[in-house]
């Protein structure tokens, strides 16, 4: 009975201890209360400080960032200061204000279709170009072209003071040679027909003759000068002549060797005054210790080293001097294991370095001949675009090359302007503007004597041919994102990717 007693003890000291306050108002309610209060209160203050914190932590990071930036900006202002004062003023800027002209300066090529082609309206300047194919293709052609247009476009610059006071000092001689009567206007009558020029009256003619004296003089003072290093001993002036390069502005060398070849373009290229340099050919650069040689030695890439060390010297000062270098290159057959067994696969000459230098690569291919009954007065050449940093590659245009003449502009404006509707063909007969002409010499004649048809021709073409690609772009954008497109994986060689792409 006692041990249950002593068990049961708790169960009554719980039974009967006293129940909780039913007034709020105790004292003992208003403790607890308070200490619920205060625990509540530390709570949000710690919230509150915790806030405080993270918010002043922040602000500081900020402050630390930007301060950060200060001090990277002021360090690389320092490192800018010192590369200028060590290397010069252009040794190091930004890029916006090192390229102020957001068009790549160029050099027509004389093909009105080719220059369409390279996107950029010719061949860049400040950079190599290479043009290579076989034999008979109108590579020295097309090079004299380049030529040629580039003198043309030093002609066409802006008068300045020095061209019309030569003028003026022109003009005056042959009006101290005429009478005097005609000096002093005593013959002529003060109509509309005399024109006061520079101070004094004088007749349509005379304002013609002085116009005609000051494009003489700007064509005279802005003409382009340009080199022909002849590599090949082989160039033919008069044909230069009917392109239409001007002789009294081409320098004209034939080396000895490679070396004195590439030491001369050097020396041009840094003089800053030659438009256009042109190496005719790669293949003819010889180096002079082959030259010292017997015949028969073997020389292992000794011109590929050659060209490799003079292209890494060209580089910088083509781009300073606005140059285009345009090196004429031949090819040779080579055995390939990857073609086939005994397939034949072209490659250039001088190694592989003016492959990564060019910017543009021109791949020229004679396709036919052009008669005239049975005599054959030209060629039909194909031009392949190979490469391109400046605009999409892999493009191809034919050219007509008239014997004796160059490259054929007209032809090339009448085959666009058939394939653009803007001239129409029926049979032998062609029509354009109202105009019927029988053959293609007739319009082709037409267009040689009328050269403002031949520019509005031209106008009309490059309209057409922009806003086919705009439509072509706008059709590329509009094509189904859920329809797959399949892309096929071609040869990858610079000789065979048009061949694969054909194919």
Known sequence: MARVLRRAQPLIRRLLRPPPPLFPDSPSSTSALGCCNQRISHMVQSQSMSTEGREQSKAEEDGCSEKNIKQKDFALQQALDQITSAFGEESIM?????????????????????????????????????????????????????????????????VTGACLAAAVAHVADLLLTA?????????????????????????????????????????????????????????????????????????????????????????????????????DSVAALVPKTELDGEMGDAHVALQARLMSQALRKLSHSLSRSRTLLLFVNQVRSKLSSFSGFGAPAEVTCGGNALKFYASVRLNTKRIGLITKGEEVVGTQIQVRIVKNKHAPPFKTVQLELEFGKGLSRESEIIDLGCKHKLITKSGVFYHMNGKNFHGKDAIKRYLTENRDAEENLMVLLREKITQKEARLDRDTEDIDPGRSLTEETVSASDEEVHDELEA
């Open 179 to 279: 009478s005097l009567a005609v000096v002093n206007n005593l013959c002529l009558p003060h109509d509309d027909t005399t024109i006061t020029t520079l101070g004094f009256r004088a007749p349509r003619q005379l304002q013609q003759l002085f116009l005609t004296v000051l494009v003489q003089q700007a064509m005279h003072a802005h003409s382009r000068y340009c080199a022909f290093i002849d590599a090949e001993h082989a160039l033919d002036p008069s044909l230069a002549e009917s392109i239409g390069v001007k002789s009294e502005r081409l320098l004209l060398s034939q080396p000895d060797c490679g070396e004195q070849a590439l030491g001369l373009a050097d020396i041009l290229i840094r003089s800053g005054s030659i438009d256009v340099v042109v190496v």
């Open 94 to 158: 930004w890029l916006s204000q090192s390229y102020g002209r957001k068009e790549v300066p160029c050099v027509s090529t004389g093909s009105f279709a080719l220059d369409i082609a390279l996107g950029i309206g010719g061949l860049p300047k400040g950079r190599v170009v290479e043009i290579y194919g076989p034999e008979a293709s109108g590579k020295t052609t097309l090079a004299l072209h380049v030529i040629a247009e580039a003198q043309k476009s030093g002609a066409r610059t802006q």
